[in-house]
Protein backbone atom coordinates (compact mmCIF):
# COMPACT_ATOMS: atom_id res chain seq x y z
CA UNK A 1 0.00 0.00 0.00
CA UNK A 2 2.71 2.37 0.92
CA UNK A 3 4.85 2.27 -2.82
CA UNK A 4 1.12 2.78 -4.75
CA UNK A 5 0.48 5.55 -2.42
CA UNK A 6 4.01 6.71 -2.87
CA UNK A 7 3.54 6.19 -6.48
CA UNK A 8 -0.17 7.48 -7.69
CA UNK A 9 -2.03 8.98 -4.84
CA UNK A 10 0.67 11.08 -3.17
CA UNK A 11 2.13 12.88 -6.41
CA UNK A 12 -1.78 13.46 -7.01
CA UNK A 13 -2.32 15.12 -4.06
CA UNK A 14 0.86 17.39 -3.74
CA UNK A 15 0.34 17.94 -7.34
CA UNK A 16 -3.45 19.62 -6.33
CA UNK A 17 -2.11 20.71 -2.89
CA UNK A 18 0.39 22.96 -4.08
CA UNK A 19 -1.08 24.52 -7.04
CA UNK A 20 -4.05 25.76 -4.99
CA UNK A 21 -4.70 29.60 -5.76
CA UNK A 22 -3.17 31.43 -2.70
CA UNK A 23 -0.09 29.20 -3.10
CA UNK A 24 -0.05 30.25 -6.58
CA UNK A 25 -0.24 33.68 -5.84
CA UNK A 26 2.79 32.63 -3.14
CA UNK A 27 4.53 31.97 -6.17
CA UNK A 28 4.10 34.73 -8.03
CA UNK A 29 5.76 37.02 -5.73
CA UNK A 30 9.00 35.86 -5.72
CA UNK A 31 9.42 33.39 -9.25
CA UNK A 32 9.20 35.94 -11.80
CA UNK A 33 12.34 37.78 -10.35
CA UNK A 34 14.63 34.76 -11.07
CA UNK A 35 16.96 35.72 -13.95
CA UNK A 36 19.66 33.87 -16.00
CA UNK A 37 20.98 29.94 -15.44
CA UNK A 38 18.08 29.15 -12.43
CA UNK A 39 18.83 26.45 -9.96
CA UNK A 40 15.24 25.37 -8.72
CA UNK A 41 15.25 22.89 -5.55
CA UNK A 42 12.49 20.65 -5.08
CA UNK A 43 10.96 21.82 -8.56
CA UNK A 44 8.12 18.68 -8.29
CA UNK A 45 5.52 18.85 -10.99
CA UNK A 46 6.93 21.99 -12.26
CA UNK A 47 4.44 24.18 -10.30
CA UNK A 48 7.00 27.51 -10.94
CA UNK A 49 7.40 27.04 -14.56
CA UNK A 50 4.71 29.10 -15.73
CA UNK A 51 5.92 32.09 -13.68
CA UNK A 52 9.36 32.36 -14.64
CA UNK A 53 9.75 35.48 -17.22
CA UNK A 54 11.00 33.60 -20.34
CA UNK A 55 12.80 36.76 -21.39
CA UNK A 56 14.70 36.76 -17.99
CA UNK A 57 15.75 33.44 -18.14
CA UNK A 58 18.97 31.31 -19.87
CA UNK A 59 17.79 27.82 -18.27
CA UNK A 60 16.30 26.26 -15.70
CA UNK A 61 17.61 23.31 -13.55
CA UNK A 62 15.65 21.16 -11.10
CA UNK A 63 16.74 19.33 -7.85
CA UNK A 64 14.14 16.65 -7.10
CA UNK A 65 14.21 13.18 -5.94
CA UNK A 66 10.97 11.98 -6.72
CA UNK A 67 10.53 10.30 -10.36
CA UNK A 68 6.78 10.18 -9.95
CA UNK A 69 5.92 13.31 -9.41
CA UNK A 70 8.64 14.94 -12.03
CA UNK A 71 6.13 12.77 -14.45
CA UNK A 72 3.64 15.28 -14.04
CA UNK A 73 5.69 18.15 -14.72
CA UNK A 74 6.08 16.79 -18.49
CA UNK A 75 2.87 19.33 -19.84
CA UNK A 76 4.63 22.22 -17.85
CA UNK A 77 8.57 21.58 -19.07
CA UNK A 78 7.06 21.20 -22.86
CA UNK A 79 5.20 24.15 -22.76
CA UNK A 80 8.32 26.28 -21.12
CA UNK A 81 10.12 28.83 -23.07
CA UNK A 82 13.48 27.62 -22.51
CA UNK A 83 15.32 24.88 -21.53
CA UNK A 84 14.22 22.40 -18.12
CA UNK A 85 16.52 19.97 -16.56
CA UNK A 86 16.74 17.51 -13.27
CA UNK A 87 19.29 16.36 -11.40
CA UNK A 88 17.05 13.73 -9.56
CA UNK A 89 18.37 13.96 -6.03
CA UNK A 90 17.79 15.56 -3.10
CA UNK A 91 19.11 18.93 -1.98
CA UNK A 92 21.81 18.43 0.31
CA UNK A 93 24.69 17.45 -1.77
CA UNK A 94 24.34 19.06 -5.41
CA UNK A 95 26.73 17.65 -8.35
CA UNK A 96 27.01 21.39 -9.48
CA UNK A 97 29.75 23.97 -9.44
CA UNK A 98 30.17 26.63 -7.24
CA UNK A 99 29.29 30.10 -8.46
CA UNK A 100 27.46 28.52 -11.20
CA UNK A 101 23.70 29.86 -10.44
CA UNK A 102 22.50 33.55 -11.18
CA UNK A 103 19.49 33.15 -9.01
CA UNK A 104 18.07 29.86 -6.51
CA UNK A 105 14.72 29.37 -6.23
CA UNK A 106 12.95 27.23 -3.30
CA UNK A 107 9.39 27.28 -2.76
CA UNK A 108 7.45 24.76 -0.36
CA UNK A 109 10.63 22.82 -0.05
CA UNK A 110 12.33 23.22 2.67
CA UNK A 111 9.75 21.64 4.95
CA UNK A 112 10.52 18.21 3.26
CA UNK A 113 13.91 18.34 2.92
CA UNK A 114 16.01 15.75 5.55
CA UNK A 115 18.30 18.05 6.27
CA UNK A 116 17.32 21.92 5.36
CA UNK A 117 19.84 23.79 6.62
CA UNK A 118 23.13 21.30 4.67
CA UNK A 119 20.43 22.23 1.76
CA UNK A 120 20.37 26.03 2.40
CA UNK A 121 24.33 25.86 2.63
CA UNK A 122 24.61 24.03 -1.09
CA UNK A 123 22.54 26.59 -2.63
CA UNK A 124 24.62 29.22 -0.64
CA UNK A 125 27.60 27.45 -2.55
CA UNK A 126 26.55 26.96 -5.87
CA UNK A 127 24.87 30.75 -6.08
CA UNK A 128 27.01 33.07 -7.85
CA UNK A 129 28.33 36.64 -5.85
CA UNK A 130 25.50 38.81 -5.99
CA UNK A 131 22.98 36.61 -7.44
CA UNK A 132 19.60 35.70 -4.76
CA UNK A 133 17.65 32.96 -3.54
CA UNK A 134 14.04 33.57 -3.91
CA UNK A 135 11.61 31.87 -1.53
CA UNK A 136 8.14 30.85 -0.54
CA UNK A 137 7.72 28.65 2.38
CA UNK A 138 5.10 28.14 5.34
CA UNK A 139 6.63 27.60 8.62
CA UNK A 140 6.18 27.72 12.23
CA UNK A 141 3.17 30.39 12.99
CA UNK A 142 3.86 33.11 15.82
CA UNK A 143 0.05 31.93 17.70
CA UNK A 144 1.29 30.17 20.28
CA UNK A 145 -1.64 27.39 20.18
CA UNK A 146 -1.24 26.85 16.55
CA UNK A 147 2.76 26.21 17.13
CA UNK A 148 1.90 23.62 19.99
CA UNK A 149 -0.24 21.82 17.36
CA UNK A 150 1.66 21.98 14.52
CA UNK A 151 4.24 20.15 16.58
CA UNK A 152 1.52 17.96 17.92
CA UNK A 153 0.45 16.88 14.30
CA UNK A 154 4.14 16.99 13.23
CA UNK A 155 4.79 13.28 13.20
CA UNK A 156 1.24 12.00 11.73
CA UNK A 157 1.60 14.72 9.17
CA UNK A 158 5.25 13.99 7.83
CA UNK A 159 3.71 10.32 7.18
CA UNK A 160 0.97 11.17 4.80
CA UNK A 161 2.42 14.33 3.31
CA UNK A 162 5.82 13.06 1.69
CA UNK A 163 7.76 14.30 5.00
CA UNK A 164 6.40 17.46 4.93
CA UNK A 165 7.18 19.21 8.55
CA UNK A 166 4.31 21.63 9.31
CA UNK A 167 6.47 24.16 11.34
CA UNK A 168 9.84 24.60 10.47
CA UNK A 169 11.56 27.98 11.95
CA UNK A 170 12.00 29.34 8.91
CA UNK A 171 14.11 32.42 9.10
CA UNK A 172 16.46 30.41 11.80
CA UNK A 173 17.08 27.87 8.92
CA UNK A 174 18.69 30.63 6.71
CA UNK A 175 20.39 31.92 9.97
CA UNK A 176 22.19 28.67 10.52
CA UNK A 177 23.07 28.45 6.67
CA UNK A 178 25.20 31.62 7.11
CA UNK A 179 22.52 33.40 4.99
CA UNK A 180 20.99 36.95 5.28
CA UNK A 181 17.44 37.28 4.44
CA UNK A 182 17.40 40.66 2.83
CA UNK A 183 13.64 40.86 1.80
CA UNK A 184 11.27 38.67 4.79
CA UNK A 185 7.85 38.76 4.87
CA UNK A 186 5.44 36.80 6.65
CA UNK A 187 1.68 36.36 6.89
CA UNK A 188 -1.07 33.97 7.27
CA UNK A 189 -2.45 33.06 3.91
CA UNK A 190 -5.96 31.44 2.94
CA UNK A 191 -6.28 27.88 3.87
CA UNK A 192 -5.71 25.75 7.51
CA UNK A 193 -4.22 27.62 10.02
CA UNK A 194 -1.69 24.98 10.95
CA UNK A 195 -0.01 24.97 7.57
CA UNK A 196 -0.73 28.73 6.28
CA UNK A 197 1.67 30.73 7.49
CA UNK A 198 4.12 31.71 5.31
CA UNK A 199 7.85 33.46 4.89
CA UNK A 200 8.66 34.73 1.39
CA UNK A 201 11.45 37.06 -0.13
CA UNK A 202 14.65 37.19 -1.34
CA UNK A 203 17.76 35.92 0.70
CA UNK A 204 22.26 36.40 -0.15
Not at 16 to 26: S, Y
Not at 73 to 84: E, L
Not at 125 to 137: D, H, Y
Request: charged residues 25%.
Amino acid sequence: MSGFYARHILPRCLDKACGIGPIEKQRSKVVPFAKGDVLEIGIGSGLNLPHYDPAKISSVTGVDPDDHIWKRSQSRRTDAAFPVHRIGLSGEDIPMDTDSADTVVVTYTLCTIPDPVAALKEMRRILKPGGEILFSEHGRAPTVNISKWQNRIDPIWSKLAGGCHSGRDIPDLFKQAGLKPVELHQAYIPGPKLLSYNYWGRAR
